[in-house]
């Protein structure tokens, strides 16, 4: 039986991130043959947020059968390794604006059974009031809570009943009127709104492995704006969202194998996916150059390619339970 098309997508995302884990870590030899490890700014410094979210697949994706290979085996080791180099947190001081959620995740996802030292001293450099909720959008507090939480960190923010109210999920409204064509529709959410919507989803459902919190009247607005917002993507080829909203549907307990906007969108994502199993950018717009360089094809392919991967590994695993 030939593999279906969610087994063709995980298969070929996994064996093309496998096969360029040296992008993903920041001190990889380059071009001289030495690694990077200078103080000065470089271009390698902008692979600390690649390897955080390889950091993410490795610690949500669905665990494999023991008896069978470990796609992740490769990967798991650089994260562990990364995780224990003193140098790897110092990287993210080069995005000021992000350093403080980069240390959050990074204490978050922490391989189990490494010395924890160099994730307690990255807790201690989060700026001042970073886990209050002052001044932050209710996404933000429920993406601070989230990764707190799993960092076993105390916070001020407020509980999750009271955030899920204002979160996007229950708060955004789409515009346009429904019944139009997919083509023709208008946009259901501008992009930020959109990734806004299916974060908070992983983080209020920890990716699949709970219950969303929400239910009711709640819950079925926030799968008919999954739904729309997906089909848009369809239409439009935005593979990174479409993966992101098949990934959304699950965990907002619907199976994206069943309905028609979950199917046309694994559908899009096997015609975007290359043969050597990248998923060559974003969307078909922002795709990688026909000559892009190696590094530069890395740049534009790994986000969406990984977030494929970590879609098809969840949605392929059991159901949270009710």
Known sequence: MPPSLLEQLSAGALDWLDGNLDHFDPFSAGTTGEPDRSTAPSPARGKAKAALELGLLCDRAARPDAAAPDPLSGASALVRKLWQDPDFPRLFDDSPAYASTYRLVYAAL?????????????????????LSPGGKSPYL????????????????????????????????????PPTATARDRAEPLT??????????????????RTGP????????????????????????????????????????????????????????????????????????????????????????????????????????????AS
């Open 213 to 320: 919190r929400i239910s009711g009247s709640d819950l079925d607005h926030a799968r008919d704006l999954t739904r729309r917002t997906l089909l848009h993507c369809v239409a439009h080829d935005l593979w990174d969202l479409a993966a992101e909203l098949v990934l959304t549907q699950f965990v907002l307990g619907e199976d994206p194998l069943r309905t028609p906007s979950g199917a046309a969108a694994l559908a899009c994502l096997a015609r975007a996916q290359r043969p050597d199993g990248a998923i060559p950018g974003r969307s078909a717009e922002l795709r990688a150059a026909p000559r892009a360089t190696g590094v530069e094809f890395f740049r534009k392919a790994y986000h969406t390619t990984l977030v494929t991967a970590l879609m098809a590994s969840i949605v392929s695993s059991p159901r949270w």
């Open 191 to 208: 992009v930020p709104q959109a990734y806004a919507l299916t974060h908070t989803a992983f983080y209020l459902g920890d990716f699949g």
């Open 141 to 176: 507090r429920i993406e601070i809570r989230y990764y707190a939480d799993r960092a076993g960190v105390r916070h001020a923010i407020e509980p999750y009943a009271a955030l899920v109210p204002r979160s996007p999920l229950v708060a955004l409204r789409a515009a346009g």
């Open 110 to 130: 922490a391989p189990d059974g490494i010395d924890d030292t160099l994730c307690r001293e990255a807790l201690a450099r989060l700026a001042p009031d970073f």
